[in-house]
């Protein structure tokens, strides 16, 4: 009997120690400035993504470096979690955003406006092949020149992946769904045997869906396809050095926009395969003061 009330008191104690904690990170508080309640600090991703480029240049652009605004680096898997803890408690919090993401739907958040910029307007997703494809594998060429889709289909399949589905199961489900749109893509192309293709990609969600969908349909005409993920550079540099004959993840005009102009006569554009993408600073909707990046400043 003694230990059982010993043991209900130091449960007792033990959550109000942890109720003391959680109270200690402070609830989004509209009276003060958004800087200081977060250290001035913006949540990012990989060092290596386009995003992240376009926010330092949006803390020159809107004069934010005077507050010592930063930018972290980190990883869209610990950003995203960063984002779901603080949302839970209703905590201020400000990361790098952009659509197609199952973060959009997965969480009430925003995109701040960008009266300056920063961040480019619409995107699109272009397809990049290596030199010579066409002519080397025009079944492949094909193909890659007929891949497009929506942003509602590319969240599909990224909502599945983050669903625990493995990528290829959750590309294989897409197409089962989708059977007659990748029957326009393959539409009297030759089949092919024994050819080997690779396709390179950033492990960004969005990139690892399509991907993982092009490389199923590819290898529904008999294609043996290998995927590897890499980081951005890299992934530019294999296409145009011939290391590798395709990939889907070129955001332009802005977000790749530095590798496109680098590499620029070293590769094939086949276009666009996805419209209407967007890339920016994005809150939860809580913060109801903070619409735009110059509200950064002002609030
Ligand atoms: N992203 C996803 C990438 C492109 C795709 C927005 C994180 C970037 O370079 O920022």
Redesign the pocket.
Known sequence: MKKKIISVISLILASFILISCSASLPKYDSKKPVGKQINYTITG?DA?????A?TQSAIKDYGLQKDNWQLQTSS?AAMTSTLQKAIKDKRPIVV?G?QP?WMFTKFPIKFLKDPKNSFGKAES?HTIVRVGLKKDEPSAYQVLDRFHWTKEQMSDVMLQVNNGAEPKTAAKNWIKKNQKQVDEWTKDVPHVKNRKLKMTY?A?D??IASTNVVAEVLDSIGYDVTIQAME?QPMWSSISTNAADAQV?A?LPK??GVFYKDFKGKFVDLGENLKGAK?GLAVPKYMKDINSVEDLKNH
Do not use: L, N, Q, R
């Open positions: 991703i290596g993504a386009g995003i992240m376009a869209t790098t952009w993401h997703i950033v960004w969005s990139e951005i993840c955001w977000t790749s890339v």
